[in-house]
Nanobody
Framework: QVQLVESGGGLVQPGGSLRLSCAAS????????MDWYRQAPGKERELVAT???????TYTDSVRGRFTISGDNPRTALYLQMNNLRPEDTAVYYC???????????WGQGTQVIVSS
């Protein structure tokens, strides 16, 4: 089994920065690709950024150029550096992975990000 625990959320002014972290524990070799998702109030959960086992990264259009996903290898930790934050980035941010052998989805508990003046 794998456990994911996020940290680093908080309240920040527009234009500010935050760095989210996700600590992974358990059966680490089962972790390959990892993602950050977010869910704003009243909206569906959306994929924000992905990093593959080889380090390739992808971003949703609204954060490209402002957010950077990175992670340790093996995947014991995942990060999301968020710069130039906007009020529309306000959401609960979740760390996610799909286990390599079982394809089970593993989610963290989420960390709240609020962008407001």
């Amino acid at each position: 089994q794998v456990q994911l625990v996020e940290s680093g959320g908080g309240l920040v002014q527009p234009g500010g920065s935050l760095r989210l972290s996700c600590a992974a524990s358990g059966n680490i070799p089962q972790i390959k690709t990892m993602d950050w998702y977010r869910q704003a109030p009243g909206k569906e959960r959306e994929l924000v950024a992905t990093i593959t086992a080889r380090g390739a990264t992808t971003y949703t259009d609204s954060v490209r150029g402002r957010f950077t996903i990175s992670g340790d290898n093996p995947r014991t930790a995942l990060y999301l550096q968020m710069n130039n934050l906007r009020p529309e980035d306000t959401a609960v941010y979740y760390c996610h992975t799909k286990l390599f052998i079982t394809s089970e989805d593993i989610w963290g508990q989420g960390t709240q990000v609020i962008v407001s003046s």
